[in-house]
């Protein structure tokens, strides 16, 4: 079963995050980001890759894509806050940009 981020996880696991554009969301425990891509085709072709792994991992983001941008919010819903699973889907979505 999924847990809730400790606060000792949290810190281990969030700082790095910051450092490629996460934050925390005001008044939610979730993180965020927005992704620009050049193109509308490029924004697409990542919400395409990270949906692969969103869905093998089933755990799906909040997401929104207007035109080269994508903002991107993660929270787990079962644990009504920040888990491991949010982590590493950041991570993956961080990944599949470079």
């Known amino acids: 079963m999924t ?4 606060d000792t996880a949290r810190k281990t696991m969030l700082t790095p995050l910051q450092e490629t554009g996460w934050a925390m969301v005001d008044g939610r ?3 965020h980001k927005e992704f620009k891509f050049k ?3 490029e924004a697409f072709g ?7 792994w969103a869905e ?13 941008r994508v903002e991107v919010v993660l929270t ?4 009504d806050g ?3 699973l949010d982590v ?3 991570r993956k979505m961080d990944s599949l940009t470079e």
């Open 39 to 41: 193109s509308f085709i």
């Open 3 to 6: 847990e809730k981020l400790s």
């Open 82 to 84: 920040l888990s491991a």
């Open 46 to 52: 990542f919400m395409t890759r990270a949906a692969i």
């Open 88 to 90: 590493k889907l950041a």
């Open 76 to 79: 787990t819903h079962e644990v």
């Open 29 to 31: 425990d979730a993180i």
């Open 56 to 68: 093998k991992w089933n755990h799906h983001p909040e997401w929104s894509n207007v035109y080269n």
